[in-house]
Nanobody, 123 residues
Framework: QVHVVESGGGLVQPGGSLRLSCAASGRIVSTNDMGWYRQVPGKQRELVAKITHGGSTDYADSVKGRFTISRNNAKSIVDLQMNSLKPEDTAVYYC?????????????????WGQGTQVTVSS
């Protein structure tokens, strides 16, 4: 089994900063693509940022220059540093991790999601 646990989030004023962290543990052979998504009520979940095992990153246009994604491959951790937060960043944030694990005699890439953490940007 694999467990994915998020931490961070909360209430912050516009212009402030928050750091989200997500750690995977359990039967992990490798961690592949890792990312953060967010969702507001009534809308689809959207990609915020993602990072490959080699460290290549991709960001939503709305967060470029303000958010930074990073990872620790040895500890299966992915972080999201969020600066200059805006009210429109308010959402539930989910981490997403693709994990290589054995299923019988086959190595498979399996997708896992964190439980979600609320980020509220308001004065």
């Amino acid at each position: 089994q694999v467990h994915v646990v998020e931490s961070g989030g909360g209430l912050v004023q516009p212009g402030g900063s928050l750091r989200l962290s997500c750690a995977a543990s359990g039967r992990i052979v490798s961690t592949n693509d890792m990312g953060w998504y967010r969702q507001v009520p009534g809308k689809q979940r959207e990609l915020v940022a993602k990072i490959t095992h080699g460290g290549s990153t991709d960001y939503a246009d709305s967060v470029k220059g303000r958010f930074t994604i990073s990872r620790n491959n040895a500890k299966s951790i992915v972080d999201l540093q969020m600066n200059s937060l805006k009210p429109e960043d308010t959402a539930v944030y989910y981490c997403n991790i693709w994990i290589g694990q054995w299923e019988g005699t086959e190595m498979r890439d399996v997708e896992y999601w964190g439980q979600g953490t609320q980020v509220t940007v308001s004065s």
